[in-house]
């Protein structure tokens, strides 16, 4: 069974350039999760998919925006990029459709450097 | 709002001798409790969950941890720790309730260092 696939894995843009970010997630696996490590912020939570509806979303501004396709694969994007953006974007899918705090499976990442 | 404490950023232990990762949460219902794996560069493995039931879980690679709700703790074991379990150890915590959805809050993360 095939894994959470992100793409591209590495990436890099300049300030001022948006970027988008694909995750496919695990057959049968309805929702998707976005989140972004840094070395000094850890992992944080951007937003959650599930059947093509945003479910919840953290504390980002609104450069970070996502959306999910009728066969949940998802993307993200951020929009007028800046230094501080430069980070490993990971993506999470999940079965839990009724019940929250479902397992997560992560994908490897996507990480983006920004100059 | 829950967190998430894991107060040793590193650490380092012999090939062979034990382990014990802490973590701290902070919610004020019962949560769901998770412990993950991370190899440089790669994403995250899940080693091993506590949705309710019996407090000591099991988990892949010989993992264990403990759930202690008067100490809001959920400490990863392992009896004996190999080279190859050198990597970053995630503990986190969910909350089952329907607008939370999956999001999960995670620790700052700690760092194992294995020698030989």
């Known amino acids: 069974k095939a894994g959470v696939t992100q793409t591209p894995r590495y990436l890099i843009k300049t300030r001022g350039q948006q970027v988008t970010l694909s995750c496919s997630p695990i057959?049968?696996?309805?929702?998707v999760s976005w989140y972004q490590q840094t070395p000094g912020q850890g992992l944080q939570f951007l937003f959650e998919?599930?059947?093509?509806?945003?479910?919840n979303k953290g504390n980002f501004p609104g450069r970070f925006s996502g959306r999910q396709f009728s066969n949940s694969r998802s993307e993200m994007n951020v929009s007028t990029l800046e230094l501080g953006d430069s980070a490993l974007y990971l993506c999470?899918?999940?079965?839990?459709?009724?019940?929250?705090?479902?397992?997560?499976?992560f994908g490897e990442g996507s990480r983006l450097t920004v100059l | 709002a829950q967190s998430v404490t894991q107060p040793d950023i590193h650490i380092t232990v012999s090939e062979g001798a034990s382990l014990e990762l802490r973590c701290n949460y902070s919610?004020?219902?019962?949560?769901?409790l998770f412990w993950y794996v991370q190899s440089p560069g790669q994403g995250l493995q899940l080693l091993l969950k506590?949705?309710?039931?019996?407090?000591l879980v099991q988990g892949i690679k010989g993992f264990e941890a403990e759930f202690k709700r008067s100490q809001s703790s959920f400490n990863l074991r392992k009896p004996s720790v190999h080279w190859s379990d050198a990597a970053e150890y995630f503990c986190?915590?969910?909350?089952?309730?329907?607008?939370?959805?999956?999001?999960?809050?995670f620790g700052a993360g700690t760092i194992l260092r294995v020698k030989s």
């Open positions: 999470a899918s999940s079965r839990a459709a009724d019940r929250a705090g479902g397992e997560l499976f």
């Open positions: 057959s049968g696996h309805r929702s």
């Open positions: 998919y599930f059947s093509e509806t945003q479910r």
């Open positions: 919610y004020g219902a019962t949560p769901y």
């Open positions: 506590y949705f309710s039931g019996d407090t």
């Open positions: 986190a915590v969910g909350v089952a309730k329907m607008e939370y959805g999956n999001k999960l809050v």
